[in-house]
């Protein structure tokens, strides 16, 4: 299958800084990649789509002010969670693929904000 | 709307036992796909098996299988002869088209197998 790659793992930053989150996806193009949201013990939740070349669409009741969204080129999207603060924490996890009907994940990342 | 439902929020098992994992779904669309993914404790997704809307073949992989009823919006998924290895989330997700050709996945609230030895 195809691979995503996330980086970093985890992260723990101070409160009121700001966390760049990479998703790039290794042997394949991908013109859109999905951002997802998971608290502790609930589901995940999209939070917003990026495309390439173009603005990111936000689900309802996303900042997009707060959770910058670059996806820069046809392998690499990145989200940046600014001026992050302690409601913040919580895994974040990229999606792409080379095709619409499926869905490959990174591993996550683990944000802890202090 | 679309959604995913999954009801059981919890299952705890002795191993060897075997386990029904319930996944409901709701959409309008005539064309979608259905996904199981494994979430273990690291966090990573796991995919376990796509099935498209019309194919309703069951499924069988190893000790995993699937059940796909149309008729009931149900996807289920069973763990034969389970593990402690198959303690996990275990999420159920509906794809469905969004603008353009993308596709974005609605997931379950997700399962929390416990496999004990």
């Known amino acids: 299958g195809a691979v995503v790659s996330q980086h970093p793992s985890w992260v723990i930053c101070k409160s009121g800084t700001s966390v760049k989150i990479e998703c790039r996806s290794l042997d394949f193009q991908a013109t859109t990649m999905f951002w997802y949201r998971q608290f502790p013990k609930q589901s995940l939740m999209l939070m917003a789509t990026s495309n390439e070349g173009s603005k990111a669409t936000y689900e309802q009741g996303v900042e997009k002010d707060k959770f910058l969204i670059n996806h820069a080129s046809l392998t690499l999207s990145t989200l940046t969670v600014t001026s992050a603060h302690p409601e913040d924490s919580s895994f974040y996890i990229c999606?792409?693929?080379?095709?619409?009907?499926?869905?490959?994940f990174g591993q996550g990342t683990r944000l802890t904000v202090v | 709307a679309q959604k995913v439902t999954q009801a059981q929020t919890e299952i705890s098992v002795v191993e060897k036992e075997d386990v029904t994992l319930d996944c409901v779904y709701e959409t309008r669309d005539t064309t979608y796909y259905l996904f199981w993914y494994k979430q273990p404790p690291s966090g990573e997704l796991v995919f376990l098996i796509r099935?498209?809307?019309?194919?309703?073949q069951n499924e069988i992989s190893g000790r995993y299988s699937w059940n796909f009823q149309k008729s009931t919006s149900s996807f289920n998924f069973t763990i034969t002869a389970s593990q402690v290895v198959d303690s996990a989330v275990y999420f159920c997700?509906?794809?469905?088209?969004?603008?353009?050709?993308?596709?974005?996945?609605?997931f379950g609230q997700g399962t929390t197998l416990q496999v004990k030895p």
């Open positions: 999606s792409a693929s080379p095709r619409t009907t499926e869905a490959f």
């Open positions: 997700a509906l794809l469905v088209h969004g603008s353009g050709n993308t596709g974005k996945l609605i």
């Open positions: 099935r498209n809307s019309f194919d309703e």
